[in-house]
């Protein structure tokens, strides 16, 4: 029966929504949404009960020193994994599903194809990668960028949280709260990995299509910009002799906001962190730090617009001294081949309607497709809200979501070496 190229098996929608709800109390916030950092104690407990099931279902369990979790079912022969999954942790403020709906996605599909009785050649893994979010570890860094080598992990294993915990010891934590677990290398190879997650925007919703088949990750450019200029008495200094960081910082952000403006509507451009020191009601500000977060599928645009950020801000700032930082740099990264082709595939088979589109924000099958064969799957979700307690999907969406990923899954294993 194995590898006859037509096998497949159907997620239970009931179960899969079930474990939304659980894992959504796990960290849940009194106005519905979600607030679970990475490796707090919500987040392990769904590592925990996560790597349990697995336990149970006779899978194995392995966690890198980085704190990713993996759990596999075994193939009928060595070769590498093919892998779903998605991150656990959350913002202060998220939602029930941005992430971790990546994560039970890919372990409903283990499991029904484990149900079914499918021996697939390659083992099946459902992952669970750490640190995705970013808001707990400084300097952050996501857990899959770790593992495939783009992040230095001796560097971001010291990285500390507010209170001075290190990832190093968030992640013994994590290995005491699973103390079977066996340990896997970074960095170890994978023959394909497709990641399911809400679309985070609004296309799919507006249009009335199940599933989106994503095309590339658009490219980001990310800033700290300065503002100096001098502290002063707001009653004695006249304006012709103040250095006032805040009035050139908002010239600033003016100036910039117009060089970004794109009739078409698919630049993108945030200052997300507008800081005013030293924030005293009778003193002209003497220090502005604000950042820019500039992305566009683009990467000829995002070169040329980005590198424009330290001249205006040069020209604009009068009376100031501005410094411009730019603190992280990448290019748009596409996903072809292989795994949006079996995931189309997956689609078609089952009747869902699709479309081939971008996706504006950032994942870890971005950094994974650095070793392997890689491609994300996107479900509608609400009003295309994310990173918002109101964030919401339905249980049909999220079961076709799922069940494109099980397909997916059996789909490579019959096509990849
Ligand atoms: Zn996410």
């Known amino acids: 029966m194995a590898n006859d190229g037509h096998q497949r098996a159907d997620v239970d929608s009931d179960r899969l929504w079930r474990r ?40 194995t369990v392995e966690i890198d020193a980085y704190g990713n979790q993996f759990m596999r079912r075994p193939g009928s022969t060595d070769a590498p994994a093919i892998a779903s999954g998605s991150h656990s942790d959350t913002q202060p403020t998220g939602g029930r599903f941005d992430g971790i709906s990546g994560v039970l996605s890919a372990v409903e599909a283990l499991e ?28 952050t860094n996501l857990g899959s960028a770790v593992y495939v080598g783009t992040a230095p992990a001796d560097i971001m294993l010291a990285a500390t949280d507010r209170d001075g915990v290190t990832m190093q010891s968030a992640v013994q934590t994590l290995r005491e709260a699973i103390p079977w677990a066996g340990s896997r290398e970074l960095g170890a190879s994978m023959a394909a990995f497709v990641e399911s ?13 199940d599933i989106g088949v994503v095309t ?35 010239r600033m952000v003016t100036a ?41 599928p683009d990467d000829a645009t995002l070169a040329r617009l980005g590198d424009r950020i330290e001249p205006v801000c040069g020209q604009t700032g009068s009376r100031c001294d501005v410094r411009v930082t730019e603190t992280r740099r990448a290019d748009s990264a596409p996903f072809e081949g292989a795994v949006p082709d079996a995931i189309e595939t997956a689609a078609r088979e089952r009747g869902y309607s699709y479309k081939h589109m971008p996706s504006g ?14 491609g994300m799957v996107f479900v509608p979700c609400e009003q295309g809200l994310s990173h918002n307690e109101r964030e919401n999907a339905t249980p049909e969406d999220i079961a076709r979501g799922a069940q494109v990923v099980a397909d997916t899954l059996l789909i490579l294993d019959e096509r990849q070496p």
């Open 361 to 374: 924000a950032g994942h870890d099958a971005r950094y994974v497709s650095e070793i392997c064969p890689s």
């Open 20 to 59: 939304h709800m659980e894992m959504a109390e796990l960290g849940a916030t009194q106005r519905g949404g979600v607030n679970r950092a990475a490796l707090t104690p919500a987040d392990i407990e769904v590592h925990s009960r996560l790597a349990t099931w697995a336990r149970d279902r006779g899978f």
């Open 197 to 209: 997650h809400i679309e985070q925007g609004p296309e799919l919703e507006a249009e009335g299509l």
């Open 256 to 296: 910039l906001r117009e060089l970004f403006h794109d009739p078409d509507d698919i630049m993108r451009f945030t200052v997300g962190r507008f800081e005013v020191s030293p924030g005293a009601l009778a003193v002209v500000p003497g220090r502005v730090f604000f950042t820019v977060d500039i992305r566009h």
């Open 112 to 139: 029904v194809i484990d149900d079914a009785g499918i021996v697939t050649s390659h083992p099946l893994e459902a992952v669970i990668w750490n640190n995705e979010e970013g808001t707990r570890f400084s300097p």
């Open 216 to 250: 590339a990750i658009q490219g980001t450019r990310k800033f700290e910009i300065e503002v100096i200029g001098d502290e002063a008495h707001a009653g004695t200094t006249p304006e012709r002799m103040r250095r006032d960081a805040f009035v050139d910082a908002v």
